[in-house]
């Protein structure tokens, strides 16, 4: 046989072969708004190793959680699906089959899995925490609302995550687990040699995982932070100084003019006092402007674990085939409409940073950006049609892969955004829906006025002006009553 014969045969069965399936690696924030990254246009906030992903895939401009808080979003992402259909509302219920989440479905075709940080469903239920770690093959998953600060001799730090990953709980003093491992200023004192979370032990988490992995698998991956949820004085010593004496960007609806238009439930609403005074104030060393600083802190935390993770797989020859995916569980208020937290429904609160970065084969032309819509629902078939796994008919989300190529075909026109969170605690519970340039809310326990809210945000993007009174507006605010409506009935 011909040497070039021999030559063009072998490249057809090279050619032929089954290509391997992408290595999957999801990093979820806990409560990181969508503009805290300077690749989404922040002009003080340096996040470079979050920016080297979307330089290296896409960065959707225009991504929602259907519902915005820690529990509910969480078992969203994990399951794909809407909360009126996997029943989580609050801190306590489980998710009630572990067999539905993309995890689970992907170790069952032949993925080596493992999850780290913030589970963030049915917080204290130790029993549920190790079926958990039983769904996984590496498991570092924390309870609560997991610490900042672990002492260095803690099991949960020392556990390796797979020979006795079930027995995986943190024994560091009762003290320093209620809040959170951080005391005055750091780690709180009753820990020996403390350890913190995103800039020490996640990362020898991740190098624990790809030590142990099955090289014979593809891996998925799953690293839950903690940051830059609250305590906010959480973050590591090295960022302490940062920000000091420089302006915190705001957005122009932080005002005490638009905190005072708000109907009086809503101000009402679980920790709005701490939001009005960060609209009242805005000197340089106000709480807004102090509070965000540390908050900012808390995500350079964040992107300097990012920036090992990626050398770690450059390190490894596993970047070339590995997908990431950067996203968080809800945005976070920080004063606008004199607001504090998150559960409503307004941008600041719902829309949230999604990076999909990959190889060009499966993301198309590095860099780009989507301004489609896209929510924390269609992570979960996302991954799964990476692996090439069928989307199962309980996954109410859409598969983002046709975006990574093709970054201006549609995904939807409009979404239903629900929150019905249960007592004792006081949040106003609402639902409604969003389409490119309006939002519709109703507060589904208010009668009168402030009741319902319809915002045009083509023209009122900072939602200032609640346009339900203008009888003008009357057959748009009927036909987002019954977009709402056609939602209730389709998504159960």
């Known amino acids: 046989m011909k040497l070039p014969l021999l030559a063009l045969l072998l490249t057809a069965s090279l050619a032929n072969a089954e290509t391997p399936k992408p290595n999957i690696i999801i990093l979820l924030a806990d409560d990181m708004r969508w503009d805290a990254m300077s690749c989404a246009g922040n002009a003080v906030l340096k996040t470079p190793n979050i920016d080297r992903l979307a330089a290296d895939g896409t960065l959707f401009q225009n991504a929602f959680v259907t519902t915005s808080i820690c529990a509910v979003s969480r078992a969203s992402i994990l399951t794909g699906q809407y909360a009126r259909r996997h029943g989580i509302n609050d801190f306590k219920t489980p998710i009630a089959n572990l067999a539905t989440t993309y995890p689970s ?34 498991w ?42 951080t005391g005055e200023n750091g780690p709180h004192p ?40 609250g305590p906010w004085g959480g ?36 920790e709005n006092d701490r939001g009005l005074k960060f609209a009242e104030d805005p000197s340089i060393d106000g709480p807004r402007q102090s509070n965000q600083r540390q908050y900012y802190r808390l995500i ?33 208020f920080l004063g606008e409409h004199g607001f504090f937290g998150k559960w409503l429904m307004h941008e600041e609160s719902i829309r949230v940073p999604l990076i999909v970065s990959g190889p060009s084969a499966i993301v198309g032309r590095h860099g780009q950006a989507c301004g489609e819509m896209a929510l924390n629902i269609d992570i979960a078939p996302t991954t799964l049609d990476l692996a090439g796994i069928p989307t199962p008919p309980t996954m109410q989300g859409r598969s983002l892969l046709p975006q990574l190529r093709e970054p201006n075909r549609p995904i ?51 939602e200032t002006t609640n346009v339900v009174p203008d009888p003008y507006y009357r057959p748009r605010l009927t036909d987002m009553r019954e977009r709402a409506e056609t939602f209730r009935r389709s998504l159960r």
């Open 300 to 332: 350079e935390g964040i992107d300097r674990c990012v920036g090992g993770l990626s050398s770690e797989l450059r390190k490894r020859d596993l970047a070339k085939n590995t997908v990431i995916f950067f996203t968080s569980d809800n945005g976070h």
């Open 412 to 462: 939807r026109e409009s979404f239903f955004y629900e929150h019905a969170p249960k007592p004792p605690r006081h949040i106003e519970p609402c639902e409604g829906v969003r389409t490119r340039d309006w939002k519709y809310i109703t507060y589904t326990k208010q009668n009168g006025p402030g009741a319902e809210a319809l915002f045009d945000l083509k023209n009122d993007p900072f």
């Open 140 to 181: 570092a998953g924390d309870m609560g609302q997991t610490s900042y600060w672990h002492g260095k001799n803690c099991n949960y730090v020392n556990n390796d995550g797979t020979t006795n990953r079930a027995n995986f709980f943190c024994d560091c003093p009762k003290d320093a687990r209620a809040k959170d491992g």
């Open 235 to 270: 973050f590591a010593p090295e960022f302490e100084k940062n920000f000091s004496g420089i302006e915190m960007p705001s957005r122009p609806n932080v005002s005490r003019e638009d905190a005072l238009r708000q109907p009086d439930f809503l101000r009402a609403s679980l």
């Open 105 to 138: 479905i992907l170790r069952k075709n032949g993925y080596w899995t493992g999850f780290m940080g913030k589970w963030g469903t049915a917080q204290n239920d130790r029993e549920y925490f190790q079926r958990c770690a039983m769904e996984f093959d590496f």
């Open 190 to 229: 009753s820990l020996q040699n403390p350890q913190h979370l995103e800039t020490q032990i996640l990362p020898e988490k991740i190098r624990s995982f790809l030590d142990q992995r099955d090289p014979a698998k593809p891996f998925c991956l799953s690293v839950s932070f903690k940051a830059p949820h």
